[in-house]
């Protein structure tokens, strides 16, 4: 069960798929059960159970009532969604949608193959159900998170969790765990290339505005790694996910016009706004990054190797390095301190590190530094990179002054847990449920018969 819960964001996304058409469908398939005004078909429980066996790595065993009682968990959450009126903005429907497909691409290789194999007419068609699915999925997880909005634990409730534990013989066991630090510098590119990389956008902005096509553009010289789904097409508003130079662009142009080059720490762009509604516009862009020549990733390598060496004759600490040369935003301020995105805290278990990372910090003791490396970021920068392991810890059992972080955690998931129960609980008895066939007779966790 805990397979399927983890799993749930994907099965939503496959059950979409696999009941497209569902209300012609509901004569030749039967309805397994109703969620307030939701229906859930009994393929597409035969279906999730499929997809199960099909993706995991072993044999789980789990039942036709486990896979309906979690469906219809998330469906009581986006009936109740509804209900409270919570909005959920096309543009993060439209990114969503987007992510999906370049998902799809990348384990199935061509779109053409991804609209034929889930049995779509066309893209435009599978992203018409891929929307649908995308809005349900963001109801469930906003209305999911206005429940549990306001849970905090406290110091007391803490440690009574580690306590209980504790008493039951049940802490977990925590492997090698380290915090490191870094210093980057990034290459940068010449003036000639930046030069070059504006005029050549200059160049593709008088082709549009003669009457060229900004989607062929955007293919042909774009460097988004989102283009060859969306064209360099984008849906915003103003609180949309977007850097700050895009925004100001998009905002500032009227219906088919197209911007000036502008920077970003992308790169390069020229924009076109393609549909203005209301406070949200389509926009199609195209990205060009300045080529970085030798000389300069040279520079910047030969630059970040000089600095190690002042650090390892102590004639700097490390953390003076970081204020002094380094260029990277998020941990500059920082001093440098890498802050694990899983857990909110600086500490990484290092079996559950990547393999190149693993590679490098693998072996080193506290206190000592990595070579130097070169990394290419998501957004194409390219930078020199050093690690220092600031502290390691060894393999233990969790101990709460040590892993304080973590139980706070912990304790935290649980409480939220336990609300998000007592909702089900009651909204359950103010929703309309219907169970057909042999689901009537499952022993469910929750009481959906009543």
Not at 63 to 86: F, G
Not at 203 to 231: C, H, T, W
Not at 322 to 330: I, L, P, Q, R, W
């Amino acid at each position: 069960m805990k397979f399927v819960k983890k799993h749930h964001a994907l099965w939503l996304c496959l059950l979409g798929f696999y009941s497209v058409n569902a209300q012609e469908r509901i004569k030749i398939d039967g309805v397994a059960a109703v969620i307030g005004e939701n229906i859930i078909l009994d393929s597409d429980i035969v279906k999730f159970k499929q997809e199960i066996a099909s993706r995991a790595e072993e044999e789980i065993n789990v039942t036709d009532c486990e896979i309906m009682e979690d469906v219809m968990s998330q469906k009581l959450l986006a009936h109740h969604a509804v209900i409270d009126s919570v909005v959920v903005s096309d543009a993060e429907i439209s990114s969503g949608v987007e992510r999906t497909l370049a998902h799809f691409k990348s384990q199935i290789g061509d779109m053409d193959q991804v609209v034929e194999l889930y049995g779509f007419d066309d893209l435009d068609d599978l992203k018409g159900e891929l929307t649908r699915i995308q809005r349900e999925n963001a109801l469930i997880s906003k209305e999911r998170e206005s429940i549990v909005a306001d849970v905090v634990v406290t110091p007391e409730e803490i440690r009574y969790f580690y306590k209980d534990l504790k008493d039951k013989g049940d802490l977990p066991n925590f492997g090698v765990e380290v915090e490191l630090s870094q210093i980057t510098i990034k290459a940068e590119p010449t003036e000639a290339s930046i030069q070059e990389t504006i005029d050549q956008l200059n160049k593709i902005k008088k082709d549009i505005e003669d009457g060229f096509s900004m989607r062929l553009k955007a293919i042909l010289y774009s460097e988004d790694p989102g283009v060859a789904q969306n064209g360099g097409k984008y849906t915003i508003t103003r609180e949309s996910q977007f850097v700050k130079e895009f925004k100001e662009a998009a905002f500032s142009l009227e219906e088919g016009e197209v911007s000036e080059p502008f920077k970003s720490q992308f790169g390069y762009h020229i924009l076109q706004v393609e549909k203005i509604k209301g406070q949200q516009r389509d926009v199609r862009h195209i990205l060009i990054q300045p080529k970085i020549d030798e000389a300069k990733l040279n520079a910047a390598k030969e630059k970040l190797e000089s600095v190690r060496a002042e650090i390892v004759a102590g004639d700097i600490s490390f953390e003076e390095a970081v204020t002094k040369y380094s260029d990277d935003e998020a941990t500059r301020l920082n001093k440098g301190v890498l802050v694990n995105g899983s857990t909110n805290d600086s500490k990484f278990e290092l079996n559950k590190m990547g393999a190149e990372l693993f590679a490098k910090i693998d072996g080193l003791k506290e206190g000592e530094l990595t070579s130097v490396y070169f990394e290419e970021s998501d957004q194409g920068v390219k930078l020199y990179k050093l690690m220092l392991v600031k502290n390691k810890i060894d393999a233990h059992q969790a101990d709460l002054s040590k892993d304080y972080v973590k139980f706070q955690q912990l304790a935290l998931q649980k409480k939220r847990q336990e609300t998000l129960e007592k909702w089900y609980d009651t909204k359950i008895k103010d929703t309309y449920v219907k169970l057909n066939g042999k689901y009537k007779d499952c022993s469910f966790q929750k009481q959906w018969i009543h």
